[in-house]
Every structure is written in structure tokens, then in C-alpha cells.
């Protein structure tokens, strides 16, 4: 058995404290370069999100990667705390409780709470700051919810008037309901071309106010009647292209790529949804006229489709996580791919990725499936490594050097003295919205009492 002397053990105790103030300030500046590329869309290339990106990128998890841009964004607003954990003064763990409640007003004081306190004290200091945020979220939700009110009454003129305050929540309700009633009252009062004024539309077009109006009475009339209107929702709510055979087959070929309205989109759109959706063959003669409707198909069948999610276990992108998505044509039917699973991959939003934003998708002799960038580049299902310089830790202890950082043991040691944490106290103290007047305390009153009170 080797025994080692406490001065040697000293030692390493303080290269693994300054060490770890190193790795926190580069933490910072790690931090400052993710907001950056956040902000500028750098993960826009295909990437559902910026943790997406990094999850794949860095080879994170994707919870640890959420959490690492939610405190790069938190920082913009806490310069303090940014500059506290770039000195190395604060560890990451500390930072990353601190953002969850720390606002511009209060994180002096919560900076202070992470430089004189353990990551343990820190993370119980901000639990209980969170439950008094609960207890005044509430109060002021119990208040909005008492204010609530909806006065009808009669005016002068026989006229009934509406005045009232809603939540939120239920005001939002209200709104898609009008909207969906105007909607509907606007399809019923559509007429012939014929039938309009010189301009194309009625001589007397209501206002806002008076479709407003009139929705409110259809949601009434169907409060009542139990119906708002006819169709069975499954196909009122359907997403119908009118596309033509040869536009479909070759984007760059002219012919109508259109939705039910009129709406254009573009063909490769069109291929898009084809790829994974149910279809009818319209045949016409050369003057436009219909001459014969094939029944509809689907293109992928539900048993097809419960294999392919059986096999590919959710999107096939590069560092997507996502568990649902379309069935993608590795080759397009209407080129005489076939639909079988050999020639369908499970594609999330990034079947547009693939179809419109120039992604190229194919599977390989060896049955894997090959990526590739817009410009050609490979898109690996994991990329490489980043070059590692031979001595790391010399290389960053040299940069922070060359930054004028002086980092050593003591840089990040709280100022704790071992004294027993009264979270309701310091909570009391510290949080705007729990501090209570009270008179002037005598010193030994002023001090934190010896058993804390429970919150």
C-alpha cells in the first residue's frame, strides 16, 4: 500500500480546484459562443433546433444540450453572473441554478448566494425562491381569476350591450371561436361573380365590429342548436393539391401545383406530400373538361407504415430524436420507385429539408442511408471528433493566461463556514416579493436562527 503525504495530497486537491475554475471559465466562454451561434440560426442546416445541433455536433444529450443554450440565453440578461463564471469564480452548477430564477433586479444577490454557498445551498436557496415565485403567481392568478366578469345589459335604444374582462385562457378560446364563426358566416354570404358590384364585391361590406357581431350571435344560435355546421370534421379539415401528372414528376416542367383555394405552391412541395399522403387520379381532355375520377389510394398502407415505424424507430436525419414522421420515398413513385420498406425512410420536418432545401437522401449497398448537404458534402450519422491539442490542460491554462485570467485553488471556494443553511430565512432576505417591514433587530436577532423554519 502506497501512502502518499498530506502535503502531496494538498497538492493535487489544489491543481483539481484550479483546474476545475479553468474548465469554468472556458464554460463561459463555450456558453457565449452557443448564444452567438443560436442567435445568428448556425444549426438552421437541416436541425430541428440548436440542442438538436449540438446533441449531434458535440455528442450531448439532448437534455444536457437544451440546458446548455437555455443558460447561454440567460446570460445575455446577467452580465454578472456571465462574468462571475468566465473568472471562474462560480462553477457551471451554480450558474445553471442561478438562471432558472435570477432576473436583471435580483442577480447581485443571487451572485452573492452562489459565491458564499455551496452548489447544495445554491440549489436550496433556488427551490425555495421558485415556491414563494409559485405562491405570488398564484395569488395574482387568484385575483385575475376573482376580477373576471361579463356585464349584459340593455342600452336606451333596445341595443344590448357587452362590457367584460376574461382570463386570458378563455379569451383566447373566445377569439378562435369568433374567428371560426366569421369564417363560416363569410362562406355562407359568398356570392356568384354576377351578383357583385363594380369592384368585385357586395355594396355594403360589414366592419370588423359587425362580423364580430354576428359571429357572437352564430356562436349562440349554435350553443343552442349543438352544431356549428355541416361535413364530417375528418374531411372538412383535409389538406387538398391540385397538381398536374408531369409538374409532379419533374418539378422544372410547367402545370398547375395549387391548393383548394387557388394558393400556389411549388411542385417540389407537391412530390413532398405525395410522398406519404392518400391520392385521386383526375383524368381531362385537352379543353380542361373531366373525363374520368379514380378511386382514392393510399400511398403507403397502414401496415406498411406500422413496419416502417417498427424499423426506423422515428426520424432518420442525422441527430434527430423526433419518434413520429412521414414516410419518405427514397426513389418518387411517380419515377417507378416502388412503395416498399426497402424504398421508404421515416422523415419528421426534415422531409422538407430533403425535398426543399436541397437535402439528398440514399440508402447504400449495405442497406445504411447516406446524407448529404445541399452542396454535396456528406451529412454523417455521427460526425468526428474536434482536434484535441496534445497537453489540453496546458493549452488552456496558456489561454486564459494570455486573457489576463489568473486563476488558482481559491478562485471558486465559497465563503462558507460550515454554519447550518435557514433556507426560510434566507429566502425571507433575499426574495423582493417575501421580504416583510419589521422593526430593527438586535445583533444576536439579526443573526440566522439555529433551527431552520420550514417553508
Not at 222 to 236: D, K, N, Y
Not at 387 to 394: H, I
Not at 415 to 432: C, F, M, Q, T, Y
Request: glycine share 8%; net charge positive; aromatic share 4%.
Amino acid at each position: 500500500m502506497q501512502v502518499h503525504s498530506p502535503s502531496e495530497l494538498d497538492q493535487l486537491g489544489d491543481e483539481i480546484a484550479e483546474l476545475s475554475a479553468h474548465l469554468d471559465a472556458a464554460t463561459a466562454r463555450l456558453l457565449s459562443m452557443i448564444r452567438e451561434f443560436d442567435a445568428r440560426g448556425g444549426w438552421n442546416t437541416g436541425f430541428r433546433s440548436c440542442a438538436a445541433w449540438l446533441s449531434w455536433r458535440v455528442g450531448l444529450d439532448l437534455g444536457a444540450a437544451r440546458e446548455r443554450v437555455r443558460v447561454a440565453r440567460a446570460l445575455e440578461t446577467l452580465p454578472l453572473l456571465a462574468e462571475a463564471l468566465a473568472r471562474g469564480q462560480v462553477s457551471y452548477a451554480k450558474v445553471r441554478a442561478l438562471t432558472r430564477v435570477a432576473t436583471p433586479e435580483t442577480e447581485a444577490r443571487l451572485l452573492a448566494v452562489g459565491r458564499a454557498g455551496t452548489a447544495a445551498h445554491v440549489e436550496r436557496i433556488v427551490r425555495g425562491w421558485r415556491r414563494v415565485d409559485r405562491r405570488a403567481e398564484a395569488r395574482e392568478t387568484a385575483l385575475r381569476h376573482a376580477s373576471r366578469a361579463l356585464r349584459v345589459y340593455q342600452d336606451d335604444d333596445g341595443m344590448v350591450v357587452l362590457r367584460g374582462r376574461l382570463e386570458p385562457e378563455v379569451g383566447a378560446l373566445l377569439i378562435q371561436a369568433l374567428a371560426a364563426a366569421r369564417e363560416t358566416l363569410y362562406q355562407r354570404a359568398r356570392v356568384p361573380d354576377g351578383d357583385a358590384g363594380p369592384m368585385g364585391v357586395c355594396a355594403e361590406t360589414p366592419s370588423m365590429a359587425q362580423r364580430q357581431a354576428d359571429a357572437l350571435a352564430l356562436l349562440a344560435e349554435t350553443a343552442l342548436h349543438q352544431g356549428l355546421g355541416p361535413g364530417a370534421p375528418g374531411e372538412r379539415y383535409q389538406v387538398v393539391v391540385h397538381v398536374d401528372a408531369h409538374a409532379l414528376a419533374e418539378p422544372d416542367q410547367p402545370g398547375q401545383s395549387v391548393l383548394e383555394d387557388g394558393a400556389r405552391v411549388s411542385a417540389e412541395t407537391s412530390r413532398r406530400l405525395a410522398c406519404d399522403a392518400s391520392r385521386v387520379v383526375m383524368r381531362h381532355d385537352d379543353d380542361g373538361r373531366l373525363l374520368e375520377i379514380g378511386a382514392r389510394t393510399r400511398t403507403i398502407s397502414p401496415a406498411l407504415r406500422r413496419a416502417l415505424h417498427h424499423r426506423d424507430r422515428g426520424c432518420r436525419f442525422p441527430g434527430c430524436a423526433v419518434s413520429n414522421g412521414q414516410g419518405h420515398h427514397l426513389r418518387h413513385w411517380v419515377h417507378g420507385g416502388p412503395t416498399t420498406i426497402s424504398n421508404l425512410a421515416l422523415l419528421c420536418r426534415h422531409h422538407r429539408a430533403v425535398h426543399e432545401e436541397g437535402y439528398q437522401v440514399a440508402r447504400g449497398p449495405d442497406g445504411t442511408l447516406r446524407f448529404l448537404r445541399p452542396d454535396g458534402r456528406p451529412l454523417p450519422e455521427v460526425p468526428p471528433p474536434a482536434a484535441v491539442p496534445g497537453d489540453p490542460v496546458k493549452a488552456l491554462r496558456a489561454c486564459h493566461d494570455s486573457q489576463g485570467l489568473r486563476l488558482d485553488a481559491r478562485t471558486a471556494c465559497p465563503g462558507w463556514l460550515g454554519e447550518r443553511l435557514n433556507v426560510g430565512w434566507a429566502i425571507d432576505v433575499l426574495h423582493p416579493l417575501a421580504q416583510r417591514p419589521s422593526p430593527c433587530r438586535s445583533s444576536e436577532q439579526a443573526s440566522p436562527p439555529a433551527h431552520p423554519e420550514p417553508l
